[in-house]
């Protein structure tokens, strides 16, 4: 895991925040995929193009990525088939936030890294959960949902995630909303996009949890505009759901 060390001495903190919150994906990720055998009827089998995540704009307003690749070991292990994994940071803003997202062709392998799983694996307890919906583009609205969690012990450490889910570029804040959209998909199994906006630090205020909220909707539309040309590219005659 060569390169993960290199990641790791580049920037102290900054650079362990984000690739330790993709490490937590990955362990929590591997006992759930065990249970959700379920979701395998809504598997596409046309994959999207390798780089198709990668496509993602660095420069999104006032925000600048910094990519974080993974190891290859740790890749096979997150048991997804792509991903785009950033540290996004602007001018005057007190913190980075890391930007995962990630896609498989087996939802069960996307649902599997959702925060409210892969936190408490971990050993930090969830401290809140709400819905949001943030205003976007021509009055449009952004379903996602907020999480907190705290870590005791030496370094207390606190964390919050906002994440959504794609489903055929339909923004989505839950689980149960993902289920929903697959039973209604029509025309093949529709490709889901799970996006994390990651933030931990020793103490979170309503700042830096506006620092989220403001990432997710400045890229909204970037992302949105990155799964509908994804699927566009990729080959035809999608599977039909059995």
Same mark, same amino acid.
């Given at each position: 895991? @060569? %390169?993960?060390?290199?990641?790791?001495?580049?920037?102290?903190?900054?650079?362990?925040a984000?690739?330790?919150a993709?490490?937590?994906?990955? $362990?929590?990720?591997i006992?759930? %995929?065990?249970a959700?055998a379920?979701?395998d009827r809504?598997a596409?089998?046309? +994959?999207? =193009?390798k780089?198709?995540?990668?496509?993602l704009? #660095?420069?999104? @307003?006032?925000w600048?990525?910094?990519?974080?690749p &993974?190891?290859?070991? $740790?890749?096979?292990?997150l048991g997804v088939?792509?991903? $785009?994994?950033?540290?996004?940071?602007r +001018? @005057?803003?007190?913190?980075?936030?890391a &930007?995962f997202?990630? /896609?498989s062709?087996?939802? *069960? !392998?996307v649902?599997? #890294?959702r +925060?409210?799983i892969?936190? +408490?694996?971990a050993?930090?307890?969830?401290?809140s959960?709400k819905?949001?919906?943030?205003p976007?583009a021509?009055?449009e %609205?952004?379903?996602?949902q907020?999480?907190?969690?705290q870590?005791g012990?030496? @370094?207390? *450490?606190?964390a919050?995630?906002?994440? /959504?889910y794609?489903v055929?570029s339909?923004?989505? =804040?839950?689980i149960?909303?993902? *289920?929903n959209?697959l039973?209604?998909?029509?025309g093949? =199994?529709?490709?889901v996009?799970?996006?994390?906006?990651? &933030?931990?630090?020793?103490a979170?205020g309503? !700042?830096?949890?506006g620092?989220?909220e403001e990432?997710? $909707?400045?890229?909204a539309s970037?992302?949105?505009?990155?799964?509908?040309?994804?699927v566009?590219?990729?080959?035809?005659?999608?599977?039909q759901?059995p």
């Amino acid at each position: 895991m @060569g %390169r993960l060390s290199q990641f790791l001495e580049k920037d102290g903190a900054v650079w362990r925040a984000g690739l330790l919150a993709v490490l937590m994906l990955v $362990v929590s990720g591997i006992s759930y %995929r065990v249970a959700a055998a379920r979701y395998d009827r809504f598997a596409n089998p046309v +994959p999207l =193009a390798k780089n198709s995540l990668s496509l993602l704009p #660095h420069r999104i @307003g006032e925000w600048g990525g910094e990519d974080l690749p &993974l190891d290859g070991a $740790v890749f096979s292990l997150l048991g997804v088939d792509a991903y $785009v994994n950033r540290m996004y940071s602007r +001018p @005057g803003a007190s913190h980075p936030i890391a &930007l995962f997202i990630s /896609y498989s062709t087996h939802p *069960r !392998d996307v649902l599997a #890294h959702r +925060p409210e799983i892969c936190y +408490p694996s971990a050993g930090w307890a969830r401290t809140s959960t709400k819905v949001l919906e943030l205003p976007v583009a021509q009055a449009e %609205r952004l379903l996602c949902q907020k999480q907190t969690f705290q870590r005791g012990g030496l @370094g207390d *450490r606190q964390a919050c995630v906002l994440s /959504y889910y794609l489903v055929d570029s339909v923004p989505l =804040a839950s689980i149960s909303d993902v *289920r929903n959209q697959l039973l209604m998909a029509r025309g093949g =199994a529709p490709y889901v996009f799970l996006v994390q906006f990651i &933030l931990e630090a020793e103490a979170i205020g309503e !700042d830096e949890m506006g620092l989220l909220e403001e990432l997710a $909707v400045a890229s909204a539309s970037d992302i949105a505009l990155l799964q509908r040309n994804a699927v566009a590219a990729a080959p035809k005659g999608r599977s039909q759901e059995p």
